[in-house]
């Protein structure tokens, strides 16, 4: 049963197969992996045979009325991870969730140096997978966790699992119908894995790859299935050091702009004019101020009135007006306050002060022309003080840059919890408002 092996560890393989017939159908057999080989699957009849027995006696004769059509045939030879693999079983395999079958497939692959390892397919998504020697640790408190080489595995899934189809070789005896029950704990991008049948104990490691890396691997026509949904152990796209750049990012521009606008707070801005005045009962002659100096390049004034009105209104008409060119920009303001206590709870609204802003004022000599009112049956004056303060900052500006910059970290951290929230709504585990308990 066994065969002749040539070239070293880091050869292509040349594998002299050993040709048999199957005793059901008489079709030709090809067993690659010698000695490592328990059974065989016909091509053919699908009929299952006892590889260690010298007339391949039949285990289990399979009608199956579906044939399963390997993405990557048996005898594929390809170098997977360094090494030079040949693809010789393929299984078909189920699990049933909430009555929905669920079906994934594994490719058996072989190195007469390095022993087999898998490739396991589910739409789309791929993993390569290889049996875990040593026993994996496990926490069965609130929910389980399994402890691999220092990492640490979230428990994603419990199912029966069952082989449902299966073709080639295999280091062990395969039949259509087997089950086991199968658990799978997540650190993407592995998955590590329990299989437990009577008696028995299997524990395996997979790593996501990707479609292309196996179709390059083994020189495949066409193009591999495109991935859909988001697999248990796909890696998210927004990883958790790439979060954590954007935000060092962010806060770093963070600084950056608060520092500037601290800057602009305390050299950017200056007084130009301050000036207090009394308006009493029917004075409302208006008035001209006297001129001062706006100096630099173009920027905004800023006007504030600061009165003491209280439970009433003044209503100021002003003129911004350049001395040389006579040009003027017109506004007007109203500030108003009342106060008071209803049902022995004191309330007021308004405000004393007043603020409004011109902007792209060029320098040059100017004056303030007001035009003060106060209501016809006012019973007391007003005091109130003009401000003018040119380049003044614009908090308005800085807040729009700061929300600015924080759109791309906020958008990673909604895309990777949007992914996360597709991720575990297929486990055990499915968010709140997807039913089952959130943990």
């Known amino acids: 049963m066994g065969g002749a092996v040539t070239g070293g560890p880091g050869a ?69 991870r360094g090494r030079p693999y040949e693809v010789i079983g393929f299984q078909r395999r189920t699990i049933h969730v909430e009555g929905t079958p669920y079906s994934w497939d594994e490719y058996l692959l072989f190195n007469p140096y390095a022993g087999f390892r898998y490739l396991t397919e589910y739409a789309g998504h791929w993993n390569d997978v290889t049996t875990v020697r040593s026993i994996p640790e496990e926490r069965t408190a609130g929910r389980p966790v399994a ?14 699992a069952s082989t449902t189809y299966v073709l080639g070789e295999f280091p062990w005896q395969v039949r259509v119908g087997d089950s086991a029950k199968s658990r799978d704990f997540i650190a993407p991008p592995y998955i590590l894995s329990a299989e437990e049948t009577e008696g028995e104990k299997t524990w395996s490691l997979g790593e996501y790859v990707g479609g292309a890396e196996v179709w390059k691997a083994f020189g495949l026509p066409g193009s591999p299935p495109r991935a859909s949904g988001v697999f248990a152990n796909q890696p998210s796209p927004e990883p958790g050091g790439e979060r954590r750049t954007m935000w060092t990012l962010f806060l770093t521009f963070v600084g950056i702009v608060v520092a500037f606008a601290a800057w602009r707070a305390v050299q950017g801005s200056a007084e130009v004019f301050r000036q207090s005045y009394v308006l009493g009962p029917g004075d409302d002659e208006p008035f001209v101020t006297q001129p001062f100096t706006l100096g630099g390049r173009p920027s905004n004034v800023e006007l504030r009135i600061q009165t003491d009105v209280q439970n009433g209104w003044a209503y100021f008409n002003f003129a911004l007006v350049n001395l040389a060119s ?8 109203e500030v108003s306050y009342y106060e008071g206590v209803e049902d022995g709870e004191a309330w007021h609204e308004g405000s004393r002060t007043d603020d409004v802003r011109i902007p792209t004022v060029p320098p040059g000599r ?6 003060p009112e106060l209501p016809a049956d006012a019973a007391r004056s007003v005091r109130y003080t003009l401000t003018l303060r040119r380049d003044v900052p614009g908090w308005r500006y800085f807040l729009v840059v700061l929300v600015l910059l924080a759109v791309p970290p906020l958008k990673t951290v909604g895309r990777g919890a949007s992914f996360e929230r597709a991720r575990w709504a297929e486990s055990d585990y499915p968010p709140a408002g997807l039913g089952g308990d959130d943990d």
């Not at 402890?147 to 029966?160: I, N, P, V």
């Not at 040009?327 to 007007?332: E, I």
């Not at 100017?366 to 035009?371: E, I, K, Q, S, T």
């Open 12 to 80: 292509a393989a040349k594998v002299a197969a050993r040709g048999l017939n199957c005793p059901s159908c008489g079709a030709a057999l090809t067993v690659r992996a010698f000695e490592h080989t328990i059974s065989v699957v016909c091509g053919s009849c699908q009929s299952v045979l006892d590889a260690k027995d010298p007339n391949l006696r039949v285990l289990q004769r399979f009608a199956q009325t579906k044939r399963v059509e390997p993405r990557i045939p048996l005898g594929t030879r390809g170098t997977w």
């Open 147 to 160: 402890r691999l080489g220092g990492r640490s595995f979230r428990h994603f899934q419990t199912a029966e």
């Open 326 to 333: 006579g040009t003027a920009s017109d506004f007007g303001r």
């Open 366 to 371: 100017y004056y303030l022309r007001v035009d």
